[in-house]
Structure formats: structure tokens, C-alpha cells
């Protein structure tokens, strides 16, 4: 059973930094990609980034995030995580994570692995 815990969010000034957490139980977490996917009030759910089961790939969905977010994983803890840095207001949203499908250590944000989802950690950033 798929099971995620969010956690991270928080008030932050522009320009600041977060670093979110995703712990994963109930599965082998290590054997999956996982993703970050973020929700702002009255847009659909897009994908941020995910990272393969080994850590080695990862992969950021749009040009406004790379360069700004990365992605990590502790597979000995069952946990991923994002560092979020230089924030930006276009950044606030619900960030959710999941297990994404990956296929040669690449790592598909279009392709769930589960229809579990954590409960989602709030990320404002505003001055």
C-alpha cells in the first residue's frame, strides 16, 4: 500500500528557500521513482519533479523551476526531497508526492505509478 507523507511548507519571503520531504511507507520505496507535483488555488495539479529509484536521474517539468529546485533522495530513510531555492510568488501552491513510472532510470512525470497521494504541504512565498 502506497503511502506518502508531505511535510516543509511554510511562509517564505521571495528569494528565500524550503526544502520539502516526502517520506514513503508501505512499499518498496527504494524500487520507485518518485515526484513532486504542486496545485495553486484554481489550477490543475502540474508536475514539478521526480527522481529516479537510484537517485542518480532526475528531471524538472518546467524552465522556470530548473536551475532553482532540485531533487534528492535518501533511500535508506524512504524518504525524497525537494530544495527549493530563489522562490518566487508563482511558486505558492499545495507541492503533493507520488511514485512515478520510470523506465531505464528515467524517471515520467505523465505516468503514476499509484492514485495515493500525501496530504500535500502549503508553500506561500510572499513578502
Known amino acids: 500500500q502506497f503511502q506518502f507523507a508531505d511535510s516543509g511548507g511554510g511562509l517564505v519571503q521571495p528569494g528565500g528557500s524550503l526544502k520539502l520531504s516526502c517520506a514513503a511507507s508501505?512499499?518498496?520505496?527504494?524500487?520507485?521513482?518518485i515526484g513532486w507535483f504542486r496545485q495553486a488555488p484554481g489550477k490543475e495539479r502540474e508536475g514539478v519533479s521526480c527522481?529516479?529509484?537510484?537517485?542518480?536521474?532526475?528531471?524538472y517539468a518546467a524552465d522556470s523551476v530548473k536551475g532553482r529546485f532540485t531533487m534528492s533522495r535518501d533511500n535508506a530513510k524512504n524518504t525524497a526531497f525537494l530544495h527549493m531555492n530563489n522562490l518566487k510568488p508563482e511558486d505558492s501552491a499545495v507541492y503533493f508526492c507520488?511514485?512515478?513510472?520510470?523506465?531505464?532510470?528515467?524517471?515520467?512525470?505523465?505516468?503514476?505509478?499509484?492514485?495515493?497521494w500525501g496530504q500535500g504541504t502549503q508553500v506561500t512565498v510572499s513578502s
Open positions: 507520488t511514485a512515478v513510472r520510470q523506465l531505464d532510470e528515467q524517471c515520467d512525470l505523465r505516468a503514476l505509478r499509484t492514485d495515493s
Open positions: 527522481i529516479s529509484s537510484s537517485g542518480r536521474n532526475t528531471w
Open positions: 508501505g512499499f518498496s520505496a527504494d524500487k520507485y521513482a
